[in-house]
């Protein structure tokens, strides 16, 4: 049988790393993730993936490079591939936790329950799915008389300043899916929430779209790294 386990030089016992990663181990389990630096977290989660490597550093240089444990698990593929350390697999793997995160927010917000009576939940999915994209999202939540959630989707992917949105295409998927009412949400990559003039204009005309229709715009949330900003808080609609 092959061996597998790590390797040092003979006389020098374990690897240094092991015994760094057995007191992070202990303390998330003793004290709960809030005890953990970002990186001793991340380092854990990459530990998962890559047993056989101290991933410390790794951690480290994955949290330089792109600012947050968040960051890293929202950074494309493509970004991801240019850091030493990382391969395909382990990049898909990344991505498929990212993914599972995202669907627990999403289920957060349950089909049983008003989403306005979730809001805390609503604001810590969107922020989860599109804080730090590189790219505009224009995402839309359809509700139905309940205000309980029909779906969930991505309507349009822009470039880093700006997401084409179409009010009629808008409109046409609400009637697709018999929508009583509509939360819009996109992001700032630039990382400030603060709402355009551009941003503005297009939710109003949208409102103007679906009212004559008999459908509610709730609000349009504005999602950056820097936070959140409701137009409807902000009494812009």
């Known amino acids: 049988m092959t061996d597998r386990s790590p390797k040092t030089p003979e006389g020098f016992g374990e690897p240094h790393y092991l015994g760094h990663r057995e007191r ?3 303390r998330f389990l003793q004290a709960g993730p809030e005890a953990l630096e970002d990186y001793e977290l991340l380092e854990l989660l990459l ?3 890559i047993p056989r490597k101290d991933t410390k550093t790794l951690a480290k240089d994955l949290l330089k490079r ?3 444990f968040s960051a890293v698990l929202a950074a494309p593929p493509q970004r991801l591939s240019e850091v030493k350390g990382l391969g395909d697999v382990t990049i898909t793997h990344l991505k498929v936790i990212q993914a599972a995160a995202l669907r627990f927010g999403r289920d957060q917000m ?6 306005l009576s979730s809001w805390t939940a ?16 224009f995402r839309i939540l359809f509700l139905d008389k309940k205000n309980r959630l029909i779906a969930d989707e991505v309507q ?9 949105v179409y009010p009629r295409e808008v409109v046409k998927r609400a009637l697709e899916l018999s929508a009583s009412a509509l939360i819009l949400l996109h992001n700032h990559p630039s990382g400030d929430p603060t709402p355009s003039a551009a941003d503005v204009q297009m939710t109003r005309q949208i409102m103007d779209v679906l ?14 790294k820097d936070g959140h900003a409701s137009m409807r808080g902000l009494k812009l609609i």
């Open 24 to 26: 992070a181990r202990a």
């Open 47 to 49: 530990h998962a993936l």
């Open 66 to 68: 792109f600012g947050s």
């Open 110 to 115: 349950s089909p049983e329950m008003p989403v």
């Open 122 to 137: 609503l604001l810590d999915y969107a922020r989860a799915a599109m804080a730090y994209a590189d790219v505009e999202q």
């Open 156 to 164: 349009q992917t822009g470039t880093v300043d700006h997401t084409p």
């Open 211 to 224: 009212k004559p229709l008999g459908l509610s715009l709730h609000d349009h949330i504005v999602i950056g």
